[in-house]
């Protein structure tokens, strides 16, 4: 049995949230056409990754709250038995955050401790072991917490010598811990009751703060392997390349770890470069002479000779013309930019926009 594998003779089953209602406006215009956890991210859509470490975990029953593009998560995973697991869909009629959320799901919940994940969220954390803290601490919610090197872009979370979380603390330009909230949890299930019901909820900005004040047991659970919000634009590149290279953990590649993922119906000329982690999509077409470095490439995406794609998103059906250069740009689903193009430093086209001028340089600095 590996590390990350529940004994189910030792604890009863536990049951997993994961949320997927936001809008992930930081991924515009990527996510007008699919909801963040569903961008295909090394070959498959973000949310099979997790998916996939849930079920190695050993925990089979998983109910996703929806909201924004509902339709499309039950579309692709149906009851979810292909992955061994038994699917569920709640939709909330209006975004109810997450902290609302999990309560909008409370009567499709059974066992004792339900895990929570935000959908966006690349890590590798223990999951056994964040489950035995929580039931070792007999607590009401354990928080998976995450070391990060710039705290003072995040709220903080600081604990006591037995692990105990002492407070909730705004984003600070001192912050006196460097331990975050990692975007996972664990709940008694009595817990989620006492959440507001139909209505928004902040689990940051509500339920936390206010299982604090009333004494509850809230505990944290520090962890120090992978761990990425996939939030914006360079951290998704990042976290497709890192599992594409084997840095992040996944049960869930379409291929072998590498240089590359290319995909089925892909290809690549003999001399275009395709490196750092870069995933190119079902179809899609790289031409002599191209460089892809650290891309994600999404399904029937052409990049025409000599371009250059560094860190890039690249829409569906996207066409890329010969000597192009793009870096650091998100190019929507159906857009195509013209020859010798140039795009710099978080330029983003929307979807189906066509750049026909050769030679037009865009920069968003
Ligand atoms: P941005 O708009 O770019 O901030 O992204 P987001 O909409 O995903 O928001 P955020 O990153 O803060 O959300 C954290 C997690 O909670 C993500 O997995 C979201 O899908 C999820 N989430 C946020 N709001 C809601 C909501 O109202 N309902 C549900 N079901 N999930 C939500």
């Known amino acids: 049995m590996s590390a990350d594998t529940q004994d189910p003779a030792a604890s009863p089953p536990a049951e997993a949230v994961v949320l997927v209602g936001g809008q992930g406006m930081r991924l515009r215009p990527l996510t007008l056409s699919a909801p963040k956890p569903m961008l295909p991210t ?15 975990a050993g925990i089979e029953h998983v109910v996703l709250g929806t909201s924004y593009k509902a339709e499309v998560f039950a579309a692709h995973f149906g009851d979810g038995s292909d992955l061994g697991l038994r699917l569920e869909y709640v939709v909330e009629p209006e975004p109810l955050d997450t902290a609302g959320a999990i309560r909008n799901v409370s009567d499709r919940l059974s066992a004792d401790d339900v895990l929570v994940f935000n959908g966006d969220i690349l890590s590798g954390v223990d999951l056994t072991k964040l489950l035995e803290t929580h039931r070792s601490a007999a607590a009401d919610v354990t928080l998976h917490l995450v070391k990060v090197d710039e705290p003072r872009w995040f709220g903080c979370v600081p604990t006591a010598a037995d692990g105990r979380v002492t407070a909730f603390l705004e984003k600070t330009d001192n912050p006196p811990v460097d331990q975050i909230n990692a975007g996972c949890y ?10 507001p019901a139909g209505r928004p909820v902040s689990v940051e900005r509500e339920t936390f703060p206010g299982l604090l004040a009333s004494g509850a047991r809230v505990q944290g659970y520090i962890d120090t392997s992978y761990w990425l919000d996939m939030g914006t634009p360079a951290a998704f590149i990042r976290g497709s390349a890192d599992l594409v290279l084997g840095a992040a953990p996944t049960n869930a590649l379409p291929g072998e770890r590498g240089e590359a993922l290319v995909l089925d119906g892909a290809s690549v000329a003999a001399d275009a470069e395709v490196c750092g982690g870069s995933a190119i999509g079902r179809g899609s077409v790289v031409k002599s002479g191209a460089r892809v470095v650290e891309s994600v490439l999404f ?10 794609v560094e860190r890039c998103v690249i829409g569906a059906n996207a066409t890329i013309g010969a000597g192009a250069v793009l870096r650091d740009a998100i190019i929507g689903d159906g ?7 140039e795009l710099l430093n978080g330029v983003r086209v929307w ?15």
Do not use: M
């Open 42 to 56: 090394a070959g498959v859509p973000f949310l099979s990754h997790l998916l996939s470490r849930i079920r190695a």
């Open 186 to 195: 664990v709940f008694r299930r009595e817990v989620i009751d006492t959440i």
């Open 299 to 308: 399904d029937g995406v052409r990049v025409e000779g000599n371009a250059v």
């Open 335 to 341: 857009a195509s930019v013209g020859a010798d193009c």
């Open 351 to 365: 979807p189906g926009v066509e750049l026909p001028e050769r030679g037009v340089r865009f920069s968003a600095d």
